[in-house]
């Protein structure tokens, strides 16, 4: 079986995957919010932004989507690099100006993946004190409930909606 290093760790593939698949399935945490085994990779979120060491030392190492970067024999891959942590610092940092901080009340209580990911990737503080923009939720029928205020676009409701459910 072909391997891929992650922060110096081997980590073992099937042919046809990509970075995230390989290092999820060998249970190597690299953020992400919009990839799901189901769907089809869309590197939407921007959130599992790793570093790759080039072949060539005189090149420099470059930024890419590990849901998008097909996992190839040799490849060397950080997840910690400074480079791909401020990409995600400055995602979940997005995310969360127009986000509600209603956690309490909230109905993933306690078990949301956009909290998990904000105290591990995220700025400890906001910067932006404006008003928070306010959104209508969209009917997307009887097996999807789309609350806009909370929604990261992930686009993983509206790819099943589509792929799945049939919807256009």
């Not at 930024?63 to 942590?85: F, R």
């Not at 127009?98 to 591990?120: A, S, Y």
Request: proline share 6%.
């Amino acid at each position: 079986m072909s391997t891929i290093l992650i922060d110096g760790c081997a980590i073992a593939f099937k042919p046809g995957d990509n970075i995230l698949r390989a290092a999820l399935e060998a249970d190597v945490e690299i953020p992400h919010f919009c990839y799901h085994a189901a769907l089809d990779s869309l590197g939407a979120c921007r959130l599992c932004a790793v570093e790759i060491k080039p072949k060539n030392s005189n090149e420099a190492p470059r930024l890419t989507m590990a849901c998008l970067e097909p996992a190839k024999e040799g490849l060397e891959v950080s997840v910690s690099a400074a480079a791909a942590q401020q990409v995600r610092r400055h995602v979940i940092e997005l995310l969360m100006i127009n986000h509600p901080h209603d956690c309490p009340i909230c109905d993933e209580g306690g078990e949301c993946h956009l909290q998990e990911m904000t105290v591990t990737c995220g700025p400890p503080y906001r910067r932006y004190r404006g008003r928070k923009r306010t959104f209508t939720n969209q009917d997307l029928g009887p097996l999807i409930h789309h609350e806009m205020n909370r929604c990261i676009t992930c686009y993983r409701c509206t790819r099943f909606y589509q792929d799945y459910a049939l919807g256009n």
